[in-house]
Structures are given as structure tokens and as C-alpha cells.
């Protein structure tokens, strides 16, 4: 996550310390899982403990254990995911006319079917929660 210790960062006390001229390619590229990265000069020592302690006190969504069975949609599905690579350099900010290219992106994919994907992912959140 935050590149290589004593190259891109030193751990002080436990906490990353990170060269404050570079912004550092890893964090360009990733996000990092707050529950199992070090904390860094900004963040409280015990980051990741408060972490646990605040997640635990938080009630389940009442989808926890819900999934979407992509059957009834899977055409859909696939001709969605041939989309998004098609226009992945849009999803990275590669796009040289952005408004055009999502408007273009939005008809696309509401050619394709992606309202009917999210009416049966709508449908099966509705039959779970009804049980």
C-alpha cells in the first residue's frame, strides 16, 4: 500500500511516514483497506482498533446475506461488462470531450438493458426483504 519502507516511507512509532515532496504511486493506484493498513502520521495511533470498535456497534444492513442471482439478466450483464471495457479510459478520466462521452455512455448502456438489470436486482432486494 504505501510502497517500500525506508524507500517511500519510514515507520515511525508505528504510524507510515511518508516523504512529504512525493504523493507516492501506490496511493495514485490503490485504496487501501483501512482495517489492515498502518496508520500514518495523520491518524491516530490506534487507527484500526477504533475502526473495529466503531464497526461492531453498527447495526447489520438488512441485506447482509442478500445475492443477486444474475440469471434472468446475464445477456444484459455480459453486454454491460463488453461496455465497460470498451470505455475503460473514460472511467480513468482518459476522455478528451467527458459530457459527450458520458452521454454516449448513458445511452449505451440504456440500449443494452441496464435498466432491466437494475429492476431485477430491485425485484430480488424486494423478495428478500418481504421474507
Not at 7 to 22: C, I, Q, T
Not at 62 to 88: I, K, Q
Not at 104 to 120: A, C, M
Amino acid at each position: 500500500m504505501y510502497g517500500t519502507e525506508g524507500k517511500d516511507y519510514e515507520l515511525v512509532d508505528g504510524r507510515v511516514v511518508r516523504d512529504e515532496k512525493s504523493t507516492g504511486e501506490y496511493e495514485k493506484m490503490y485504496f487501501g483497506n483501512p482495517f489492515l493498513t498502518l496508520p500514518d502520521s495523520n491518524d491516530s495511533p490506534d487507527k484500526t482498533q477504533g475502526l473495529y470498535e466503531a464497526a461492531g456497534t453498527r447495526p447489520l444492513s438488512g441485506l447482509t446475506g442478500w445475492t443477486f442471482d444474475p440469471s434472468e439478466v446475464e445477456t444484459e450483464l455480459n453486454r454491460l461488462n463488453d461496455c465497460w471495457l470498451e470505455h475503460n479510459e473514460f472511467f480513468y478520466g482518459g476522455s478528451r470531450d467527458w459530457e459527450a462521452e458520458l452521454e454516449e455512455l448513458r445511452g449505451e448502456t440504456e440500449r443494452i438493458g441496464i435498466d432491466r438489470v437494475v429492476e431485477e436486482m430491485n425485484a430480488q432486494i424486494k423478495e428478500w426483504e418481504d421474507r
